[in-house]
């Protein structure tokens, strides 16, 4: 199972946004988080660049991300707090943590532990797919793309 909730819980507090000037040039982080408590992340190899993953994150996995150097997200599905790596060994240790303007996503470039990997489908990345439309049908279809 994945870990779950280990240690304490962060004691971390991420203020509540102000205004349009403190959140897109101050120098407090204040996510913004959606209805559902949740901020995007986007995560990147720190090796050549490539987009791993796109996750989310809820104020306990952020805090603990920042605070451990260890990815953490908020697994939507399962309604839990979830280490990555914590089951298949894929852990990703962060090296930079960036906010967007509006500080509502999250960037994160991490080292890869384990295969190197980060997707359940056994794939070293999630974008594995392209998508485009086939104008003869009229479907948009789904192809493999190359690594
Ligand atoms: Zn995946």
């Not at 994945?2 to 040039?25: H, L, N």
């Not at 990815?71 to 962060?94: C, D, F, H, N, P």
């Not at 943590?97 to 999630?126: E, K, N, P, W, Y």
């Given at each position: 199972?994945?870990?779950?909730a280990?240690?304490?819980?962060?004691?971390?507090?991420?203020?509540?946004?102000?205004?349009?000037?403190?959140v897109?040039?101050g120098?407090?982080f204040?996510?913004?988080?959606?209805?559902?408590?949740?901020v995007?992340c986007?995560?990147?190899?720190?090796?050549?660049?490539r987009?791993?993953?796109v996750?989310?994150?809820?104020?306990?996995?952020?805090?603990?991300?920042?605070?451990?150097?260890?990815?953490?997200?908020?697994?939507?599905s399962?309604g839990?707090l979830?280490?990555?790596?914590?089951?298949?060994?894929?852990?990703?240790?962060?090296?930079?943590?960036?906010?967007?303007c509006?500080?509502?996503?999250?960037?994160?470039?991490?080292?890869?532990?384990?295969d190197?990997?980060c997707?359940?489908?056994?794939?070293r990345a999630?974008?594995?797919?392209t998508?485009?439309?086939?104008?003869e049908?009229?479907?948009?279809?789904?192809?493999?793309a190359g690594?």
């Amino acid at each position: 199972m994945p870990e779950t909730a280990p240690s304490p819980a962060s004691r971390i507090v991420f203020p509540e946004p102000g205004s349009k000037a403190e959140v897109e040039e101050g120098d407090l982080f204040m996510p913004r988080f959606d209805r559902d408590g949740l901020v995007t992340c986007v995560t990147v190899d720190a090796g050549d660049g490539r987009v791993l993953m796109v996750a989310h994150m809820n104020a306990e996995s952020l805090a603990r991300t920042v605070e451990t150097g260890e990815a953490w997200y908020w697994s939507r599905s399962r309604g839990e707090l979830w280490r990555k790596g914590a089951t298949s060994g894929q852990t990703q240790r962060v090296l930079e943590m960036r906010t967007d303007c509006d500080q509502d996503a999250v960037l994160i470039t991490v080292a890869v532990g384990g295969d190197g990997g980060c997707c359940h489908t056994g794939r070293r990345a999630c974008f594995y797919r392209t998508v485009a439309l086939d104008r003869e049908t009229g479907q948009v279809r789904l192809r493999l793309a190359g690594e």
